[in-house]
């Protein structure tokens, strides 16, 4: 289980006085009664894909801006092509976002809420000669545009009547034409050096139902073109968006301008990109497709989903988010910043429990067999409150493979012949032989422990050189645990320019051994093991008397110790 600190509030619900580039400029349109003086934006996921740590940042940005100012944020699907849109996508949308504490009023809304206004809103720009439908292909349009460096060219239907123009679009709606003969494009300026001011498609025919309206609609708007003009249905104040839409603003602008509708204001900021990982719907589809990762979920992927399988928490992911801050330019973020947070987040509420994950067996000779005694040990130092649990002791125990060396190099502190340590909240041990198979592989240790030390300490005040983890053979259960480490890792055969799968991404370990309090562990529970990491119940594949851990993050952490040697090397 995982312990909620004291005092700790909701990510919903926690305020703190914060500011950032974005928030001034609402706090400013606010304080001049720009747009009414009121704040309403809108969090606008496509339904396309698992929500990622990236749309969290913008999920808290526009939910959080809207509550410190008492206005509202709209959740709205953008569910305009119905090739790439499902309902499995929307229920996990909205799943991830109440995890994250996430509220919105009322119902969802979607872009197909709109789509007769929509359709309104185009026949009303070809009646101003601001819009025309054009039968170039895809290729041609492409080609017509132009480059960078040269301006495009004027589509041979770009001089059609208002008329035939307004015949051809109803005809497209009717579902007369084939798919990809035709499309509605605004009439702006194809010599522009903003390539999406070079006639942008606003509607394209696809002959496919839609999830929320079926057959009724043959032709679907663009998203350049439903993006501004639902926020002006839905009264929004402040489109922020991420910086890839920087060079849409101006065709948001001239849209709601023409149309002569209300015009909200649109605020870039920097989408949030994370090392070792791959922060595109598209890339993450194609692992899932692949059978490269178990899927949306699975615990390596940046999904919420699968942070929260990981036993990633809300409150780490929302501190991360508040440690970056919202920044103006693109940057990539180290992902050992984020593996802090959620360090810091369990450090304070996880229980501590002893896992071994690959056993060595210890029998202790001297002391009496079918004795078991219980130890106290403490579930938390970091938090009086949670108390103690009593800790089986006998006979046989298993501890970690590595924590014994016959033949231990100069700096190795723990287990080895003739050599005396500590057990965690136990005895001194030393261990007296060792026995081999017919492999010479090292099978079990004999030892002989110290009574007078319980509790790990010697009356005689003499010190020992390490202090391992252990557990109970006839009292420990038996579980799977994966440890799973950074999906991406610099790709050998690119000379750096690139990433590749990580082939060490996860590695399952069968026959673990852990103490007999994990078994009424439930999926989602996150524990801190002794000397190894932070773990959590798997959701998926845990089942009673048959429990999966996944390792959420070790304990060591590269993060803290950047900013311990920065500090240092600051203060020298």
Known sequence: MRRQRPGAETPAVKEQARTDFVRDIVAADVEANRLGGR????FPPEPNGYLHVGHAKSAWLNFGIASENGGVCNLRFDDTNPAKEDVEYVDSIQ???RWLGVEWEGRALYSSDYFDQLYEYAVRLVEKGKAYV????SDEIREYRGTLTEPGRDSPYRRRSVEENLDLLARMKAGEFEEGSRVLRARIDMASGNMNMRDPVLYRILNMPHPRTGDRWRIYPTYDFAHGQSDSIEGVTHSICTLEFEDHRP?????????EIHHPRQIEFARLNLTNTVMSKRRLLELVESGRVFGWDDPRMPTLSGMRRRGYTPESIRAFCEMIGVARRDNTIEMSMLEHCVREDLNSTAPRVMGVLRPLKVVIENYPEGQVEELEAVNNPEDPAAGSRPLPFSRELYVEREDFQENPHPKFRRLAPGREVRLRYGYFIRCRSVVKDSAGNVIELRCSYDPETRGGHAPDGRKVRGTIH???????????VRLFDRLLVPDPGGNGAGEALNPDSLKALTGCRLEPSLAGAAPGDSYQFERTGYFCVDSVDSSPGAPVFNRTVSLRDSWKKTLTSSAAGTSR
Do not use: G, M, Q
């Not at 704040?39 to 809108?42: A, F, H």
């Open 39 to 42: 704040v309403v934006t809108r």
């Open 95 to 97: 799943e991830d976002l």
């Open 134 to 137: 054009c039968d170039l292909s």
């Open 251 to 259: 065709l948001y602008d001239w849209l709601l301008d023409e149309l």
């Open 470 to 480: 252990w557990v109970s053979v006839p009292h420990s259960i038996t579980a799977e």
